[in-house]
């Protein structure tokens, strides 16, 4: 499983993960662009390589228009909807901003969809939030993990005036993290979309294991004499970790029961939940009061996206309660491969099993496609898929 991870020995903020991301192979050029596909005019992307301490550094700035100091939460969820971007970076990104929004508005008691979100709703900040989240995908991320973070020390001036370091939004968002303060005389290390980064896509702190692909570092704003202000991330292949002792990861559990719900409209709210960011959906029967048969929707995800998906269950379906459970999952690793089958690819899921061992599944689909094209029987396909992944290549 290919894995990014965070290596926050110098804190994290939006433009220190995007300019980690080049440093591990995404496009410069894309990146350029990202302005355009978010429908944002008149913005200038400026990428260069800097020192920070002794190691050399990508560094990412935008130059941007005179801009209204800040946004509601809303209109951030408008832009974001409305962008090009893949619908679970939407999803990520909407989830990001919904998380600041709420530990905004829970500290200074106001309702989330109220906050103004000052420095965070400026452009600069929706760019990194989507730009990180989507660069992730372009690069062909499959899972997130992130190290301790260092946080910083003193205090920071904010639109609510001057704040201890962590800030109390930002603090709000690691909860459930690692943590350490310091170094001394660092000030902010940490800001409130670094955070809601790490909030929104990690899994869990890095894998006991693994084999590292390549490194990158994100240049931060500040540069300290005599240690580098940097982010690293670290490409890796995980192979195994998941079935390796100590390798579960901790996931979440919501569950709802309906009995006035046609099964077409079901069947269409597991699609927009497993679309949202769900790990898995299942649609169970059940026995309701009175006897009454219903549906149990259960929903298994990351706890970084289960407030979004309990909403989204509350709103998409007739429930007037989600239930919720923190759990743990020991999930195989596994991989995709494409193989060719009378002259059309099919693609195959590659499970690892505990011993060493793999378990091999064609995709229904490409199978059902190849049997339509060939007139082959869709069983014949299959086996024949199934032959084609087993057989060693060439170079083996």
């Not at 960011?277 to 299942?282: E, K, P, Q, T």
């Amino acid at each position: 499983m290919r894995t990014a991870i965070l290596d926050p020995f110098s804190g994290i903020a939006g433009d220190m993960t995007l300019g980690a991301l080049l440093g591990v192979g995404l496009d410069p050029e894309w990146l350029r662009a990202l302005p355009e596909r978010l429908a944002l005019t008149d913005i200038t992307v400026e990428i260069r390589q800097v020192k920070r301490g002794d190691l050399m550094c990508w560094k990412v700035d935008f130059g941007i228009p005179p801009q209204p100091h800040g946004r509601h939460v809303s209109q951030i969820r408008k832009l974001v909807a409305q962008s090009g971007a893949p619908e679970q970076v939407r999803a990520r990104a909407d989830a990001a901003f919904m998380g600041i929004a709420t530990a905004e508005g829970e500290i200074h008691g106001v309702p989330a969809e109220k906050v103004h979100l000052h420095e965070v709703g400026a452009v600069d900040a929706i760019l990194d939030v989507v730009g990180v989240i989507w660069g992730l995908e372009e690069l062909g991320v499959q899972d997130v993990r992130c190290g301790p973070l260092r946080v910083g020390d003193g205090t920071v001036r904010a639109a609510h005036g001057v704040l201890p370091v962590p800030a109390p939004a930002t603090l709000k968002l690691l909860e459930g993290h690692a943590v350490q303060p310091g170094p001394e005389g660092a000030g902010e290390l940490v800001t409130p979309t670094g955070a809601a980064l790490v909030r929104v896509l990690s899994s869990g702190p890095p894998p006991a294991e693994y084999v590292p692909v390549r490194s990158g570092y994100g240049a931060g704003t500040k540069d300290f004499p005599g240690r580098a202000n940097a982010l690293r991330i670290i490409l890796a292949d995980v192979e195994g970790a998941a079935a390796a002792p100590g390798g579960r990861e901790r996931v979440t559990v919501l569950a709802c029961d309906v009995d006035d719900m046609s099964p077409e409209y079901l069947a269409a709210v597991a699609d927009q939940l497993r679309e949202a960011g769900a790990l898995d959906v299942v649609l169970l029967a059940t026995t309701m009061k009175k006897g009454r048969p219903g549906t149990r929707i259960e929903v298994l995800c990351r706890p970084a996206d289960a407030d979004r998906l309990e909403r989204q269950l509350l709103v998409e379906t007739t429930t007037i309660g989600v239930r919720r459970q923190e759990t743990s999952r020991l999930a195989l690793a596994r991989q995709q491969d494409t193989i060719a089958v009378l002259g059309h690819s099919v693609r195959v899921k590659i499970a690892v099993l505990p011993d060493g061992g793999t378990r091999i599944k064609p995709e229904f689909d490409d199978v059902q496609r190849v049997a339509l094209a060939t007139g082959r029987r869709a069983a014949d396909i299959y086996q024949l898929a199934l032959v084609a992944a087993e057989r060693p290549s060439p170079a083996a």
